[in-house]
């Protein structure tokens, strides 16, 4: 009796084989190309984004500035003219306000008229001097003249009332004898008063010079007065208050009719003019030079795109011009990053249509290659 053999059952695999061992290995080659492909995107967009930005310097400690002059007046008085309203743009030279201008007014007639008066005493001390380098020298030859004329008279006197007392007594009498003695002493009593004229009339220099000095004196009056008219006028041009530039009028604090005084602060009038006050670490500041570009970006106008060049570094950071400088020389000292202001110039990218005011917040990135 003959026996058959079957033949062993296929072998199958175990559940617990791995998949992958069973998976063609032409698959795994797009999942590995996928991922080196995310590697090197991820390294050429680092790079680029390496050389783009190393050479940038930001902040958004930054502002717009500009030229604000606060108009004050220069005299005191009631305002009687507002001209200007709230935000207003002017022109230089045109007229804000006007203050009551009676006072000053009157104050300059009365200083044209001091200056007028001043003018004519100044006209008669020319003339009084004119007049006394004649006077003074005709004066002194009529004094000598006058002396001369009483010593005469004194010798005549004299020789009476000698022939009066050597004379008979019975050819004259005491009558003429007591008469030659009273001309012979009346003569000596003109000759002194000659002599002392002529004394007096001798200062003929020094009464010039007093001449002249009173002429100076008047000259000195006139100045004075010219410059009080001066005064007076300036005062009067002062109560016409002016643009000193073009701009807008901002921070308006006074109504018709407000009494004013020279300082108080009435508004200001702020330039067309804006540029951009950008504080920098001074970590940022190594590399950053006048005329690089910038960019500019505005949060208030997010849709404006500006362009600019730094213009100036300030020699000296912000603290050090505040209020209360750092005293850095003390026991308890901590370093702090300090800020420089940069200030960037606007070149363009302006809206005519989209106002600029100062203080607006800023984001400005220099290129600095």
């Keep these: 009796m003959s026996s058959s053999v079957s033949a062993p059952p296929p072998i199958e695999p175990s559940s617990g084989s791995h998949p992958s061992q069973s998976r063609p290995a032409g698959r ?108 003074y020298p005709a004066d002194l030859a009529s004094a000598q003249a006058q002396r001369e004329s009483a010593a005469a008279s004194l010798i ?26 009273a001309s012979e002493r009346a003569a000596r009593a003109t000759v002194a008063d000659a002599a002392a004229k002529l004394h007096k009339a001798a200062m003929v220099d020094e009464n010039v010079a007093a001449a002249d000095a009173q002429v100076g004196q008047s000259e ?47 508004m200001a009038v702020v330039s067309s003019k804006v540029w951009v006050t950008a504080n920098f670490k001074e970590s940022q500041l190594r590399d950053m030079r006048p005329g690089q570009r910038v960019d500019i970006a505005l949060d208030a106008y997010p849709q404006l795109h500006l362009t600019g060049k730094v213009d100036t570094i300030q020699m000296g950071s ?17 370093k702090i990053v300090q800020r420089i202001p940069v200030k960037i110039t606007i070149e363009s990218g302006f809206d005519p249509k989209i106002p600029l005011p100062l203080g607006l917040s800023v984001i400005p990135t220099v290129y600095e290659r």
């Design 28 to 135: 795994r080659l797009p999942t590995r190309l996928a991922l080196m492909t995310a590697a090197v995107a991820a390294v050429l967009g680092g790079g680029w984004y390496y050389l783009t930005t190393n050479h940038q310097e930001s902040t958004d400690d930054a502002f717009t500035d500009g030229r604000a002059i606060a108009i004050s007046p220069k005299v005191s008085g009631y305002v009687s003219v507002l001209a200007v309203d709230d935000n207003q743009y002017v022109t230089a030279g045109q007229v804000l306000a006007e203050i009551d201008a009676r006072d000053y007014q009157i104050a300059r007639d009365k200083a044209r008229a001091s200056l007028h008066l001043a003018e004519a005493q100044l006209a008669s001390a020319r003339i009084n001097a004119r007049m006394a380098r004649i006077a």
């Design 156 to 181: 005549k006197a004299e020789a009476d009332f000698k022939r009066q007392q050597q004379v008979d007594r019975r050819a004259t009498t005491q009558q003429d004898v007591d008469q030659a003695a």
């Design 220 to 266: 000195g009056q006139v100045a004075e007065a010219a410059a009080d008219l001066a005064q007076a006028e300036l005062n009067l041009s002062h109560t016409r208050i002016l643009a000193p530039q073009d701009g807008w009028v901002t921070k308006r604090n006074v109504e018709q009719g407000a009494y004013v005084q020279p300082g108080q602060s009435l």
């Design 318 to 334: 912000g603290s050090r011009f505040s209020a209360f400088p750092a005293e850095n020389a003390t026991g308890n000292y901590i």
